[in-house]
């Protein structure tokens, strides 16, 4: 089978840094990703990880460790539009079976 | 580019009743997943495809039917709606490998009374 474990909620101030923790179990690994979803609306990808290290895509960037099954996605320069969920996923005995955590829910406050 | 398109968006049943959820993507993905999602939870996985005549059950595949006869489309039927069927279902598509992620509909919101 598989698990993901990430926090509930995550509660932050405009201009912070905040990051999203993420512990996996699966058989057949194929990369962890992460999707940020809107109230009311539709998930949206936002990196993947196919191998160790970190990815950085403009103010958010997401880490990976394949030995200890471990993730993360830290969110820089917090600004209000980023108050959403997100959601880590792993290709769980293939790239086209993606498995969602679920979910952490980001507040960003004033 | 329409992306992925889902409908209807929002549908009521009535326990015993059966639908098809449409879903049809224009950018010639070849993995296409329907998931749904429950109030405060994440995504279940019901059934996935990796191309036309492929198909895969997921993690929540019990009273949904799909099939894959083209690449543009991937309706999911289901066969005997129950109340515990009311969710949004998400369709959502993606080129191998993954490395651009997957795009996902706008979402039906179903309701079975």
């Known amino acids: 089978g598989q698990s993901l474990e990430q926090p509930s909620e995550v509660t932050a101030v405009e201009g912070a840094i905040v990051q999203i923790n993420c512990t996996y179990q699966?058989?057949?690994?194929?990369?962890l990703s992460w999707y940020q979803q809107h109230d009311g609306g539709a998930p949206t990808f936002l990196s993947y990880n196919g191998l160790d290290g970190l990815e950085e895509t403009g103010r958010f960037s997401s880490f990976l460790s394949r030995s200890d099954s471990y993730g993360y996605l830290l969110l820089q320069e917090l600004q209000m539009k980023d108050s959403a969920s997100y959601f880590c996923a792993v290709g769980s005995g293939g790239y086209n079976k993606l498995i969602f955590g679920a979910g952490t829910r980001l507040a960003v406050h004033p | 580019n329409a992306g992925v398109t889902q409908t209807p968006k929002f549908q009521v049943l009535k326990t015993g009743q059966s639908m098809t959820l449409q879903c049809a993507q224009d950018m010639n993905h070849e993995y296409m997943s329907w998931y749904r999602q429950d109030p405060g939870m994440g995504l279940r996985l019901i059934h996935y495809s990796v191309g036309a005549g492929i198909t895969d059950q997921g993690e929540v595949p019990n009273g949904y039917n799909v099939s894959r006869s083209t690449t543009e489309d991937f309706p999911l039927r289901l066969l005997s709606a129950a109340p515990s069927q009311t969710s949004v279902y998400f369709c959502?598509?993606?080129?191998?490998?993954?490395?651009?992620?997957?795009?996902f509909g706008s979402g039906t919101r179903l309701t079975v009374v």
């Open positions: 699966t058989s057949g690994f194929y990369g």
């Open positions: 959502a598509s993606s080129k191998p490998p993954p490395g651009d992620g997957y795009t």
